[in-house]
């Protein structure tokens, strides 16, 4: 699995094939049968070790430019404790560790702390004497990266779509990037995984917006 990450393959294959949602819509936080509870409880992905699907699943991290391997588990990890504390015990010593904050005399179980993250709320785990954040989630069952990048797209469209329609709107993009201004330009919107895009369409040249900050 290392070997295709660091190669650049196609890694779609190795996820499941039962997601139909990314998230929990409208009031429906206890079904998550058919969305991904764990990228966005916990920001990970679940891969099968084969295209045609393993009882095995390795969770792992992305972001641009790395991969996290977190653990070996089944579907089973979900609930069962050994992800949540498998999470917890990596973010020691991270930004989701609650600095200053002292645990609970009696924590919770992970059999409680499943059962709020499944109805949308966020929890916090004990390592030791630290305390660090758990799942990550709102009330609708997003994550609040998720949440907070929508924002970011959102208000980059407002504040550009006044603009698309003046004359001279994009030149210094295409002459920073050394590229001819076109005489009637049109521009598009677009998304390209997660990150926004401003494309011009009679040349096809697309300008990055907004990007996924992961």
């Not at 998230?23 to 045609?52: C, F, I």
């Not at 504390?85 to 409680?112: C, F, N, W």
């Amino acid at each position: 699995m290392a070997a295709e990450i660091e190669t650049g393959n196609d890694m779609r294959p190795y996820l499941s094939d039962q997601l139909n949602y990314g998230y929990v819509r409208a009031k429906d936080q206890t079904l998550w049968g058919n969305k991904d509870y764990v990228l966005n409880a916990y920001e990970m992905h679940h891969l099968h070790l084969s295209p045609s699907g393993t009882k095995e699943l390795l969770y792992v991290s992305f972001s641009r430019v790395d991969a996290f391997f977190l653990m070996v588990g089944d579907h089973k990890s979900f609930d069962d404790g050994t992800l949540a504390q498998a999470v917890a015990d990596a973010r020691v010593g991270t930004s989701y560790e609650l600095k200053g904050i002292l645990g609970s005399r009696q924590p919770e179980t992970m059999s409680e702390h499943n059962r709020r993250q499944r109805r949308g709320l966020s929890t916090a785990f004990q390592v030791g004497d630290q305390v660090v954040m758990g799942a990550l989630l709102s009330s609708a069952g997003t994550s609040p990266l998720h949440t907070m990048h929508a924002d970011r797209i959102t208000e980059a469209m407002q504040q550009l779509d006044v603009q698309i329609d003046e004359p001279q709107f994009g030149r210094d993009w295409f002459e920073q990037n050394g590229k001819s201004y076109p005489a009637t330009p049109t521009f598009k919107w677009a998304i390209q995984y997660c990150d926004l895009y401003l494309v011009e369409t009679t040349t096809s040249v697309g300008f990055p917006i907004v990007k996924w900050r992961r």
